[in-house]
T-cell receptor, first 117, second 114 residues
């Protein structure tokens, strides 16, 4: 069975601090996909990134970066120079990679990030 | 604009009164799914559909029904709602069931069952 653990439940930082959100996953599949979604206070879910299990390259997008380490089953998300607009709940999710199967996302419980001015 | 539209956004109702939450996507996506979000539990899949007339149970299907008569619509039906179905519901779609396709989510429907 697949499982995603986000051990941090709430994080509070001051604006301009860097912050890392941890994600640890479990799966028996050799091929799978990992995702991060952002849920701002308005409630919608915003897709941030997708990474497949064969691609362990780190990715950077502006102030956001992701570190995928298959050896530790982790897919951590770092926000550099955080801003108040980064305040949100962040979800890590996992899906299997079998074409034609249920594309279910297995979500972690989410991390509430508060960025104070 | 590509989007997944859910209605209503908010609903307060009473136990036992049948309700339907509609979901429509304009991206010609094959795959659609419903999730519920509860505090401390994250999101859990209720039902999914891989194409028209093809639906199946997710992880928490009890108390819910769905239908997929047209590609764009995937309504969630609560025949006899109960208070434990008070939750935030999301509809999602992706282009197909191909591996790792990002899912596009609607804005959510907050249901309160009294």
């Amino acid at each position: 069975a697949q499982k995603v653990t986000q051990a941090q439940t709430e994080i509070s930082v001051v604006e301009k601090e860097d912050v890392t959100l941890d994600c640890v996953y479990e799966t028996r599949d050799t091929t799978y996909y990992l995702f991060w979604y952002k849920q701002p206070p308005s409630g919608e879910l915003v897709f941030l990134i997708r990474r497949n299990s064969f691609d362990e390259q780190n990715e950077i997008s502006g102030r956001y970066s992701w570190n995928f380490q298959k050896s530790t089953s982790s897919f951590n998300f770092t926000i550099t120079a955080s801003q108040v607009v980064d305040s949100a709940v962040y979800f890590c999710a996992l899906s299997e990679a079998v074409t034609g199967a249920n594309s279910k996302l297995t979500f972690g419980k989410g991390i509430t990030l508060s960025v104070r001015p | 604009e590509a989007q997944v539209t859910q209605n209503p956004r908010y609903l307060i109702t009473v136990t036992g009164k049948k309700l339907t939450v509609t979901c429509s996507q304009n991206m010609n996506h094959e795959y659609m799914s419903w999730y519920r979000q509860d505090p401390g539990l994250g999101l859990r899949q209720i039902y999914y559909s891989m194409n028209v007339e093809v639906t199946d149970k997710g992880d928490v299907p009890e108390g819910y029904k769905v239908s997929r008569k047209e590609k764009r619509n995937f309504p969630l039906i609560l025949e006899s709602p109960s208070p434990n179905q008070t939750s935030l519901y999301f509809c999602a779609s992706s282009i197909n069931t191909g591996a790792g396709q990002p899912q596009h989510f609607g804005d959510g429907t907050r249901l309160s069952i009294l």
